[in-house]
């Protein structure tokens, strides 16, 4: 039975063309050792290349790019997980000699050894030999071969990468300048405007096609930096890494991924704007690695009801939900409930709009936060921590917690008849005691009303509180006793709000606000 198609992000380099065509797509990191020969060519007869009045043509563009894009073979020796035993021949057979040749050095079942080769793209932007490409175009490479036009090879040195902007630079040692290329303006490109992709497209080399912008900031859940460029230039597997020119020679962006059913191109192809991934190359080239501002917060979005509920003319920015304990802003300007919507002169629209900005800026720098509080508009000023650094204190504190649980008798405490004072929006709320803290296994630095029991039906239901949960906050307000909540809840309703904004914590402390509908 034939299995379902069905259209998924692709990463944009090559599979053996039998995985292409016979399997139903999967998101990949292209490996491949497929040969530019087997490939199918369809001819679409009186088709044109470009549709329209588009421009009449980019020989001479073209011409002066394609000996600065190059392509990327690697090679990576993985164990083999096969453990069928080794073939073995009758003794005396003229054909031992050639067994014993073909298997020598492979070792016991288990730990046989094979090369896996893949193909990819990227571009030179420096004389000297820096090379640009995708991350996954080099993962995990023994061996990193560059290719250039002129037929030349030169084995390449890898600098550094960045798994969250999926991008790498290599380094070659030529005997003479090579052909470069600078990068331009990702900022200044429009949709409709037109773009040139060159790369390395199931292993065929060096290819031009042209097509135009189709969308900006993108979001494809690649990576915490999403802001791509989507394009209908034909990108293909092997395109990966190859840069998308304007039309005056200047890189605006990498080819890094692909909506297709198939693996080959239908028109929707993304690259990873130079906005973006020009600081990351100079920070790679410099440091080896990447520094990013942090500013050391747990945000969420602005629904439309948070807007509402914060007295927001429209939902925008970026929600605090937390602040992380030693970051940049601990007891800071900055407190949970504020919603950002600036950062540096730059706007933040939506929630994910802010980690790209904070991290496009310099560890150190003291910048201009504007933020709502209470329905007032204020500006602070903060200075940025290294976003490295707070990972690796976070990833320290989790191991902690874990290593901690692991010690303790994991079993769920017994459910005890605590006293329920009130009944709101349909959960019942109980005083923050001891008793409850035992029971439902409460942190101690947790402080608010304690949810004993939700309504299957309720309003409080639907945003998926539950027993255990603390009412933080209401409305901005601190709630100490089930009373306070009922009475911020008349308030509310009394003011003509329809939803009441509550910060909710779990058993941990993790902060999260949701609103919840008083009709």
């Known amino acids: 039975m034939a299995l379902p198609i069905r259209s998924v992000f692709f990463r944009s380099t090559v599979t053996a063309l039998a995985l292409v065509t016979a399997l139903p797509a999967t998101l990949v990191h292209a490996q491949t050792t497929t040969p530019a020969a087997t490939v199918p060519m369809q001819v679409v007869p009186g088709k044109s290349a470009l549709a329209g009045h588009g421009p009449e043509s980019v020989a001479d563009l073209a011409a002066g790019l394609l000996d600065a894009v190059v392509n990327i073979s690697t090679s990576q020796n993985v164990k083999n997980d096969d453990n069928a035993p080794m073939p073995q021949v009758p003794e005396g057979s003229p054909f031992q000699d050639f067994f014993d040749e073909f298997f020598k050095g492979q070792g016991a079942p288990g730990d046989r050894q094979r090369t896996v080769s893949s193909l990819g793209s990227g571009f030179v932007i420096d004389p000297a030999g820096y090379i640009v490409t995708n991350n ?7 061996d990193i071969e560059v290719n250039f036009a002129n037929g030349s090879k030169l084995q390449a040195k890898l600098i550094g990468t960045d798994t969250k902007t999926d991008l790498a630079l290599l380094k070659v040692e030529p005997k003479k300048p090579l052909t470069s290329v600078p990068f331009g303006d990702s900022k200044t490109m429009r949709i409709g405007d037109w773009v040139m992709a060159i790369g390395n497209p199931f292993g065929l080399g060096g290819t031009v096609t042209v097509g135009i ?16 460029i989507q394009t209908d230039a034909a990108i293909n597997r092997g395109n990966s890494g190859g840069p998308l020119f304007n039309m005056r020679g200047e890189v605006i962006g990498i080819n890094t991924a692909i909506i297709s059913p198939s693996g080959g191109s239908i028109g929707i192809g993304f690259s990873v704007p130079t906005e973006l991934a020009e600081n990351v190359v100079k920070q790679l080239r410099e440091f080896g690695e990447t520094r990013r501002g942090w500013l050391g917060v747990r945000i969420q979005p602005v629904t439309a009801d948070i807007a509402e509920s914060l007295k927001m003319e429209t939902p925008k920015g970026a929600l605090v939900a937390g602040i992380v304990s030693g970051g940049p802003v601990d007891g800071g300007e900055i407190k949970t409930g504020d919603v950002i919507i600036k950062f540096d002169g730059r706007d933040v629209v939506e929630m994910r709009d802010l980690p790209r900005v904070v991290a496009e800026s310099p560890v150190g720098k003291a910048v201009d936060v504007v933020i709502i509080r209470d329905g007032k508009e204020m500006t602070v ?3 940025l921590g290294r976003l490295e650094d707070g990972e690796e204190a976070e990833a320290a504190v989790a191991e902690d917690t874990q290593g901690a649980q692991e010690g303790t008798d994991q079993a769920e405490p017994p459910a005890a008849d605590l006293p329920v004072a009130d009944e709101v929006l349909g959960m019942k709320l109980a005083a ?3 008793e409850s803290r035992k029971t439902y296994g409460i942190a101690e630095d947790v402080e608010g009303v304690v949810i004993t029991d939700v309504a299957a039906d309720s309003a409080a239901a639907e945003r998926r509180i539950v027993a255990g949960d603390v009412i933080v906050e209401i409305g901005q307000e601190a709630m100490r006793a ?3 909540v009922s009475a911020r809840v008349e308030e509310l309703k009394a003011d003509g709000r329809r939803n009441a904004l509550l910060m909710i914590a779990n058993k941990t402390g993790e902060l999260r606000f949701v609103t919840v509908r008083m009709e």
């Open 213 to 228: 912008i189709s969308a900006r900031g993108r979001n494809i859940n690649a990576g915490p930096y999403d802001n791509f």
């Open 432 to 434: 923050l005691d001891a």
């Open 482 to 484: 089930p009373e306070d």
């Open 381 to 383: 000023k903060v200075t």
């Open 136 to 142: 996954h175009v080099i993962e995990g490479a023994d």
